[in-house]
């Protein structure tokens, strides 16, 4: 009996170890909304890449771009759910899941594309992810999204007054809609794929969006007059399910984040260089830009959007603060 036991025993030991051998082979399916050849589309193929390499073919990672897998928000909700493993997510589209990602969507919070920067990686960022994790969410790095200015087939955009009364589609999102009525504009929330015949029948005046998407979609063409406000920063993440990110060790952990952080710094030198080479070639086809030179008009104006904001989410009103005084 002794014996039978023994080899009972031996063969449950036999069996576990098998199975520990099994899982820690891990092969992951990944979610990204780009197509080929954009930046985040390179800087993720390089993260797959990295993670094979660095953990010894451990961890596999399959990423489906083109959002093959879905759109934005049932991608979102697949991550949370451990249906998709890995993801790089928008800020923006973030927001009505997680309140501290919401932050990041307030119009001029941040000052210029290097203050983002500094924000993310102190404790405001820290606050951003943790927000993140308590929904199902591990933020490995932060990715550039870019920034978002004005453009219209009207004038330049100098100062809010030049906003009044003009028609500007904007993303579906309360706070951005509040953004252009505190200018006194009219947001007119559309798909993004109406918006180059809107501005060229001219259902919009204007719209608002980073240098590629501008050149990209030759809206260039018929709304000439670009003007770099920067109102909006929104930064993007490069995610994993919480529950997958619990089961791994320390070492398969640091070799995700350690990927992770050399394809952000990847796809922001990318990005750069496409927003680069999109502002060179709309000027080149005759779009007009303009520097804002003052934005605290702009800024000020901003008030009443805060103000419901924080009147709304009062928890959030020391990250809001935490970020406008980062320097």
Not at 140 to 148: K, P, Q
Request: include cysteine; glycine fraction near 8%.
């Amino acid at each position: 009996m002794k014996k039978l036991i023994r080899v009972a025993l031996a063969l449950c030991v036999l069996v576990m170890a098998l199975g520990l051998a099994v899982s820690a082979q891990a092969e992951w399916r990944g979610w990204n909304i780009h197509v080929e050849g954009y930046p985040n589309t390179v800087a993720l193929d390089k993260f797959v890449e990295l993670v094979a390499e660095k953990s010894g073919g451990e961890l596999e990672i399959t990423m489906y771009h083109s959002a093959t897998l879905g759109n934005q928000s049932d991608a979102i909700e697949q991550v949370r759910a451990g249906a998709l493993e890995i993801a790089n997510f928008s800020l923006g589209p973030l927001g009505p899941v997680v309140p501290e990602a919401n932050v990041v969507s307030l119009p001029f919070i941040f000052k210029d594309t290097d203050h983002v920067w500094r924000v993310l990686d102190g404790e405001a960022g820290d606050m951003i992810k943790a927000g993140c994790e308590a929904k199902g969410l591990v933020v490995l790095s932060w990715f550039d999204g870019g920034a978002r200015s004005f453009y219209n087939s009207q004038g330049p955009i100098m100062t809010p007054a030049d906003v009044v009364g003009m028609k500007i589609r904007v993303m579906n999102n309360d706070l951005y809609s509040g953004m252009i009525s505190a200018l006194g504009g009219n947001p007119s929330p559309m798909a993004f794929s109406e918006v180059y015949q809107s501005l060229k029948t001219g259902v919009v005046d204007g719209a608002e969006n980073n240098w590629p998407s501008y050149e990209s979609t030759g809206h260039y063409e018929v709304a000439p007059y670009y003007s770099i406000s920067q109102h909006l920063i929104i930064p993007e993440i490069l995610c994993i399910n919480a529950d997958v990110w619990n089961t791994l060790s320390e070492d398969q952990q640091a070799i995700l984040v350690e990927a992770a952080e050399e394809a952000a710094m990847l796809q922001r030198q990318l990005w750069k260089e496409r927003s680069e080479a999109s502002r060179a070639m709309v000027t080149e086809n005759g779009a007009m830009i303009n520097e804002i030179p003052e934005k605290s008009a702009f800024q000020d104006a901003m008030a009443p959007v805060y103000e419901g904001f924080l009147a709304d989410n009062p928890d959030l009103r020391p990250l809001v603060e935490m970020i406008q005084n980062t320097p």
